[in-house]
């Protein structure tokens, strides 16, 4: 599961750029002025200083959707769920069409492990925008984690369709094809994301998963050997993966694992 929640969390724009420029622009009401801080506040990690700022715009301007959108952001963040939840309830009661509030429920839902709603509100949000490439990847990351593999694969394909680089559904489009025992494919996918992630742990990971879940023993820990150098954060993660079943009383994988952690120092 918390896999799956860094995978998949509410679009949050950080338009820097332009809150720049209308804050220093003059031309804009209150609601706008707020919210441009906001975001550069967000945008430097101050999440009570943007809070304080949307909520502002908010009252600024009570009926814009995306005042309230950007609040429910900095409140996800916070970890805040029910508060977020509000606020992205009220954003789609002033404009139902908001797409990112829409993914935002979702979300949170799936934060606070209403799997069966936060898929509903992603099926919902890829039917009325099927063109969506973070709801579409979204809904595939959801249903893979859940094993339905000819579910997931079309919409990360849609994802990728629009956004052709995006790292996370390469990742979890490559993982597919692999459980799915597509080997070649997989291993296409994964030359993408190689190209797009270089030097990233991603692509190599998953090349080991399809070798193992291909009965490929040494070309398994041939790869995975190299996820390991490039660095992978959860290591417990790698041992508990099914996908390794097979290799954990290889001394080859018990030594890797071992150096790796070795590497990484003790845990703070």
């Not at 069409?97 to 898929?119: F, M, N, P």
């Not at 070649?184 to 080991?208: H, I, K, S, T």
Request: charged share 25%.
């Amino acid at each position: 599961m918390r896999a799956l929640q860094r995978l998949i969390r509410p679009s949050i724009q950080r338009p820097v750029a332009l809150a720049l420029a209308l804050l220093v622009g003059g031309c804009v009401g209150e609601e706008a002025r707020r919210k441009a801080a906001g975001n550069v506040l967000f945008h430097n990690g101050d999440l009570i200083g943007a809070a304080r700022e949307y909520r502002a715009a908010i009252a600024a301007k009570p009926e814009d959707s995306n005042g309230h959108t950007l609040l429910g952001n900095v409140l996800f963040e916070q970890n805040q769920l029910d508060e977020a939840k509000r606020c992205y309830q009220d954003a789609v009661a002033r404009d139902p069409k908001a797409r990112e509030a829409r993914r935002g429920l979702a979300t949170v839902a799936l934060r606070q492990g209403d799997i069966a709603s936060a898929r509903q509100l992603f099926e919902a949000l890829t039917t009325d925008a099927p063109n969506d490439p973070e709801a579409q990847s979204a809904l595939g990351k959801l249903l893979l984690s859940q094993g339905d593999l000819d579910g997931a694969e079309p919409h990360l394909r849609a994802a990728l369709a629009v956004a052709s680089n995006d790292p996370s559904a390469l990742y979890c489009l490559g993982l597919t094809l692999a459980k799915k025992k597509q080997r070649a494919a997989a291993q296409e996918v994964f030359d993408r994301l190689e190209a797009a992630a270089p030097g990233q742990p991603f692509a190599p990971y998953g090349c080991a998963v399809a070798a193992a879940i291909g009965g490929d023993r040494d070309e398994a820990l041939r790869w995975l050997a190299t996820a390991l150098q490039r660095g992978i954060g959860d290591l417990d993660a790698v041992v508990a993966d099914p996908a390794f079943s097979s290799l954990k009383t290889d001394p080859r994988f018990v030594a890797a694992i071992a150096e790796a952690r070795t590497r990484a120092g003790p845990k703070r």
